[in-house]
DNA sequence: ATGGACAATGTTTTT
DNA sequence: CATTGTCCAT
């Protein structure tokens, strides 16, 4: 047997054998999707004699990139040279540095992340006299990466209200301030990218006749720019290989949409389809508890994932008094377990919703002595201190990028306000320069600042100024990036700036340190590289296994891990779900995925938990249990503590306690069906629909109900709630 | 130009 | 409650 059909089930089997053409890999959680896109790869490459050059695999994360880079060196030996493998955006940030010749910005663009985003919408919005209580910078962006997200330009954007048309407007202003930056956004690297391929047929053709194979992961989190990007790509060959699971959609918020699935198979009539059905993680219990919670998602292709890992332990239930009894809860538990099982820290992880849950449990892991990691919440990258030594280093390699040399200015305080520089930048640009090329001017020959137009301090602070960035810059493109980085710190005498002697200020400087550790990395001369790799990674990727401790992280961040024993806690209405997808059907369901990813993580044990009373704000609060906990048959659960009845349910005139309590009375009820074709139904969720079939099993009663724009949904009578009506 | 006092606000965040 | 941003006085 070739090795990379080694261990690998019929299905798998298939997928990596397939032939040519558009294939969807519909795969299942743990049913070993990143070893069936490895071996494929492999087995092109290896098998059918395929040049990695005309192979193209991309990825949301550097983490799965790089994964399957390891992968592969494993089972070729090596890493195959010319294989394109990478994110989505760092393949189009290279393909857009190529082609910058038919593109409007120059190829040392930089790449400004969310937190710049925003900064520049202040200047776009201060530009046109705009209110910025009225016009939130961070809603502008959000709306603004829809549009891009959709392709939608300034110049077709949908103007239905006077707010749309200001918005249009911040929109077509900030694209000018970008390209004036020499700057494109994460969104614009798609965007861009898929209307080069769009508007240069040449081009599209000289790419899709060169990427023979083209696969992608977490196919359900494109939007539809990337969907476009992947179509063109193909448009030759159709070569398509896409593996992804729409129950694991949860990305939809960021402009994810899963209906590409769905897309794919109208555009592609003739995809193959593959589904991954066994499940390599998790035991049957918790794969229960999973079904039973996605089922009730509509619209879903129903999958049968099975497990041969056997029954395993009953996941269990633990309702506490409030908040703090609930961490505690886990504390105690993860204790004992380690105890009992003897398992090591690193083998539990906690999964929460929103980062503030995570708090409490950091509190209640002090007090217990658990070592833990937290993941995500502060971000690497996202650290001031960190921020400014790269907003140096982009100074340096981009002067024209007045974001970062406005951030270098103002840190540390250096005598050059706001009016300073205003005066600085009216010169500028009567110069027909932007202010940091000015400046660079200034640093060579300090008489190109007019002696009249400033007051002594402020000139003497800018002659200072412009004489260090101008050696700066002159070490740019022949000195690694470390030695520019130590010699700005030193020159700007950085760390007397941020370390106070506070234990805080020891932090800060301790990421600088390892700011300059990457830096490192990258011996050669020219930023170029570091910058890149800087910009398009992110803390997720930073993310070490290993460590000898309990992770703490949000279910979004638990995608793609797994875990021995894993707790979801917070499950209680207003937090999951999420207070804020109350009024929208479709991020309910993403909630409701939500939870389905985080159960999918555990591999032998899973707890979830809830509280009665959540303090937050400073009070005390009752709070209802999650709407979900309702979707698992109560015989799957083991429940430390009996759940109260709550009276949301009772108050329908509907309780699953006392469902399951007559259940038990009498195990087989009597047989009859409440449910007959033809009845109109109201469903809790789905309004209403009309009864197609119904049958019994188990005791239960198995609907079919059609639901006007649902279309046809399989329901279990004694979950559903179903009222008839007459 | 800078720091201190008050008000506003409160999801998730692969790149 | 705790963090973040804005305004104002120095």
Redesign the pocket.
Known sequence: MKPFLAHMNPQQQQAILANGGPILVVAGPGSGKTRVLTSRIAYLIAELGVHPYHIMAVT????AAREMESRLINMLGKLPPGLTLG????TCARLLRRESDNLPFKSDFVIY??EDQIELLKLAIGDLNLD?KRYKPTWAQHAISNAKNALILPDNYPVETYRDEALRRIYQRYQELLLINNALD??DLILWTVFLLENNPEIRQRYASRFEHILVD?FQ?TNVAQYLLLRYLASHHRNLFAVGDADQA??R????DYRNVLRFQEDFPDAQIIPLEENYRSTQAILDVAMAVISHSPGRIPKNLFTQKGQGHKVTFFEAYNNHREVEYIADTILSLKRELGLQWGDFAVMY????QSRLLEEAFLRAAIPYKLV?AQ?FYGRREVKDMIAYLRLVRNPDDELSLTRVI?TP????????FLALRTLALQKDLSPGAYLLEIGKNPNALPAEAFPER?RASLLTFSAMLHQWVSMGSSFPPLAIMDRILEDIGYRSYIDDGSEEGQDRWENVMELRRLAAEFPEPGLDAFLEQVA??????TLEGGANAVTL??L??A?GLEFPVVFISGLNDGLLP?S??FDDPE?MW?ECR?LYVGITRAKERLFLTCSQNRSA??YEEPIPPSRFLDYIPYHLLDEVQPRRISSRHSSKGYNLLEEVARKRESPNPPAERRYQAGMRVQHPIWGEGMVLNSVLQDGDEIVDVYFAGLGLKRLLASMAHLEIKV
């Open positions: 949301f994360t550097n983490k994110t989505f955006h760092a992340d969310q910025p994460f969104d977490e989190d949860i990305y918020w960021r402009g994810a919703r929103t980062n503030a995500g971000r103002a305080p250096r005598g050059i306000g706001e009016k300073t402020g398009l990674v992110s803390d997720q990727d992280l949000t979004h961040a995608k999420h804020r997808s991020a993403e939500l704000y400073g």
